[in-house]
Protein backbone atom coordinates (compact mmCIF):
# COMPACT_ATOMS: atom_id res chain seq x y z
CA UNK A 1 0.00 0.00 0.00
CA UNK A 2 3.03 2.39 0.28
CA UNK A 3 1.50 5.09 2.17
CA UNK A 4 -1.08 5.89 -0.31
CA UNK A 5 -3.76 3.28 0.40
CA UNK A 6 -6.24 2.85 3.24
CA UNK A 7 -9.21 0.38 4.51
CA UNK A 8 -12.36 1.17 5.55
CA UNK A 9 -15.76 0.09 6.63
CA UNK A 10 -18.89 1.51 6.58
CA UNK A 11 -20.42 -0.17 9.58
CA UNK A 12 -23.94 -1.62 10.23
CA UNK A 13 -25.34 1.63 12.32
CA UNK A 14 -24.67 3.78 9.09
CA UNK A 15 -25.65 0.99 6.65
CA UNK A 16 -29.27 0.60 8.31
CA UNK A 17 -29.34 4.63 8.31
CA UNK A 18 -29.29 4.36 4.53
CA UNK A 19 -26.10 6.80 4.77
CA UNK A 20 -24.06 4.48 2.57
CA UNK A 21 -24.73 7.22 -0.56
CA UNK A 22 -23.82 9.86 1.91
CA UNK A 23 -20.77 8.54 3.26
CA UNK A 24 -18.97 7.89 -0.35
CA UNK A 25 -19.74 10.98 -1.28
CA UNK A 26 -17.96 12.62 1.62
CA UNK A 27 -15.24 10.15 0.88
CA UNK A 28 -14.95 10.83 -2.96
CA UNK A 29 -15.10 14.51 -2.14
CA UNK A 30 -12.15 14.52 -0.06
CA UNK A 31 -10.25 13.26 -2.79
CA UNK A 32 -10.25 9.35 -1.88
CA UNK A 33 -10.58 6.97 -5.49
CA UNK A 34 -12.42 3.35 -4.58
CA UNK A 35 -9.89 0.86 -5.12
CA UNK A 36 -12.11 -2.26 -4.21
CA UNK A 37 -15.40 -2.38 -2.73
CA UNK A 38 -17.70 -4.93 -1.08
CA UNK A 39 -21.47 -4.65 0.72
CA UNK A 40 -21.32 -8.31 2.63
CA UNK A 41 -21.88 -9.02 6.67
CA UNK A 42 -19.12 -9.85 8.97
CA UNK A 43 -20.08 -13.32 10.92
CA UNK A 44 -19.15 -13.69 14.49
CA UNK A 45 -15.76 -14.82 13.81
CA UNK A 46 -15.01 -13.27 11.50
CA UNK A 47 -15.50 -10.03 13.22
CA UNK A 48 -13.66 -11.45 16.65
CA UNK A 49 -10.75 -12.26 13.61
CA UNK A 50 -10.70 -8.99 12.49
CA UNK A 51 -10.84 -7.21 15.95
CA UNK A 52 -8.37 -9.32 17.79
CA UNK A 53 -6.24 -6.63 18.23
CA UNK A 54 -8.63 -5.34 20.81
CA UNK A 55 -9.28 -8.66 22.50
CA UNK A 56 -8.32 -7.45 26.08
CA UNK A 57 -10.37 -4.29 25.72
CA UNK A 58 -13.35 -4.54 27.82
CA UNK A 59 -15.72 -3.54 24.75
CA UNK A 60 -14.71 -6.24 22.94
CA UNK A 61 -17.84 -8.87 23.32
CA UNK A 62 -19.85 -5.59 22.41
CA UNK A 63 -17.80 -4.79 19.45
CA UNK A 64 -17.90 -8.41 18.24
CA UNK A 65 -21.79 -8.53 18.71
CA UNK A 66 -22.25 -4.93 17.23
CA UNK A 67 -20.16 -5.30 14.16
CA UNK A 68 -21.99 -8.81 13.17
CA UNK A 69 -25.08 -7.58 13.35
CA UNK A 70 -25.67 -6.54 10.19
CA UNK A 71 -24.38 -5.65 7.11
CA UNK A 72 -21.04 -3.66 5.97
CA UNK A 73 -19.23 -1.81 3.03
CA UNK A 74 -15.73 -2.72 3.29
CA UNK A 75 -13.37 -0.57 0.85
CA UNK A 76 -10.00 -0.13 -0.13
CA UNK A 77 -9.39 3.84 -0.70
CA UNK A 78 -6.33 5.87 -2.47
CA UNK A 79 -4.86 9.14 -1.86
CA UNK A 80 -1.78 10.58 -1.09
CA UNK A 81 -1.18 10.19 2.79
CA UNK A 82 -4.46 8.50 2.76
CA UNK A 83 -3.98 6.90 6.27
CA UNK A 84 -3.55 10.28 8.31
CA UNK A 85 -6.41 11.98 5.87
CA UNK A 86 -9.05 9.68 5.62
CA UNK A 87 -8.64 9.71 10.17
CA UNK A 88 -9.01 12.94 10.07
CA UNK A 89 -12.26 12.70 7.39
CA UNK A 90 -13.78 9.98 10.16
CA UNK A 91 -13.28 12.30 13.13
CA UNK A 92 -12.53 11.19 17.04
CA UNK A 93 -13.51 7.65 18.48
CA UNK A 94 -16.28 9.02 19.56
CA UNK A 95 -19.13 11.00 17.53
CA UNK A 96 -19.53 13.41 20.68
CA UNK A 97 -15.96 14.50 20.31
CA UNK A 98 -15.48 14.12 16.59
CA UNK A 99 -14.85 17.58 14.94
CA UNK A 100 -17.57 19.08 12.98
CA UNK A 101 -18.09 17.94 8.98
CA UNK A 102 -16.89 15.15 9.89
CA UNK A 103 -17.85 11.39 8.93
CA UNK A 104 -18.60 10.58 12.35
CA UNK A 105 -19.97 13.54 13.96
CA UNK A 106 -22.86 13.31 10.91
CA UNK A 107 -23.49 9.81 10.67
CA UNK A 108 -22.56 8.04 14.14
CA UNK A 109 -24.77 7.20 16.56
CA UNK A 110 -22.73 6.51 19.86
CA UNK A 111 -18.80 5.70 20.76
CA UNK A 112 -19.62 1.33 19.67
CA UNK A 113 -21.87 2.13 16.72
CA UNK A 114 -19.39 4.94 14.97
CA UNK A 115 -20.26 4.63 11.74
CA UNK A 116 -17.23 4.37 9.91
CA UNK A 117 -13.47 2.65 10.49
CA UNK A 118 -10.69 3.51 9.00
CA UNK A 119 -6.96 1.69 9.33
CA UNK A 120 -4.72 3.62 11.82
CA UNK A 121 -1.71 2.83 9.95
CA UNK A 122 -0.19 1.57 6.84
CA UNK A 123 0.66 -1.94 7.86
CA UNK A 124 -2.82 -2.26 9.34
CA UNK A 125 -4.37 -0.96 6.57
CA UNK A 126 -2.78 -3.25 4.55
CA UNK A 127 -3.64 -6.32 6.89
CA UNK A 128 -7.15 -4.89 6.48
CA UNK A 129 -7.43 -5.01 3.60
CA UNK A 130 -5.98 -8.57 2.99
CA UNK A 131 -9.02 -9.71 5.09
CA UNK A 132 -11.76 -8.86 2.28
CA UNK A 133 -9.74 -8.77 -0.48
CA UNK A 134 -7.51 -10.64 -2.77
CA UNK A 135 -4.97 -9.11 -4.92
CA UNK A 136 -7.39 -9.98 -8.12
CA UNK A 137 -10.02 -7.63 -6.71
CA UNK A 138 -7.83 -4.50 -6.15
CA UNK A 139 -7.30 -1.56 -9.01
P1 LIG B 1 -10.91 3.86 16.14
O1 LIG B 1 -9.51 3.61 15.65
O2 LIG B 1 -11.28 5.32 16.17
O3 LIG B 1 -11.95 3.05 15.39
O4 LIG B 1 -11.00 3.40 17.66
P2 LIG B 1 -10.33 2.16 18.46
O5 LIG B 1 -9.31 1.45 17.61
O6 LIG B 1 -9.92 2.68 19.79
O7 LIG B 1 -11.57 1.19 18.71
C1 LIG B 1 -12.07 0.34 17.69
C2 LIG B 1 -13.58 0.40 17.70
O8 LIG B 1 -14.06 -0.14 18.94
C3 LIG B 1 -14.20 1.80 17.66
O9 LIG B 1 -14.29 2.33 16.36
C4 LIG B 1 -15.56 1.58 18.27
O10 LIG B 1 -16.47 0.97 17.33
C5 LIG B 1 -15.25 0.54 19.35
N1 LIG B 1 -15.00 1.19 20.65
C6 LIG B 1 -13.94 1.97 21.01
N2 LIG B 1 -14.04 2.38 22.29
C7 LIG B 1 -15.20 1.84 22.75
C8 LIG B 1 -15.87 1.89 24.02
O11 LIG B 1 -15.41 2.51 24.98
N3 LIG B 1 -17.04 1.19 24.13
C9 LIG B 1 -17.56 0.48 23.07
N4 LIG B 1 -18.72 -0.16 23.23
N5 LIG B 1 -16.97 0.42 21.86
C10 LIG B 1 -15.81 1.09 21.70
Keep these: MQGNRTFTMIKPDAVENNYIGAILEKINSAGFTIKAMVYTRLSKRDAEQFYAVHKERPFYGELVEYMS ?16 DFRTLIGATNPAEAAEGTIRKLYAKDISANAIHGSDSDENAQIEGRFFFSERDIH
Design 69 to 84: SGPIVAAILEKDNAVA
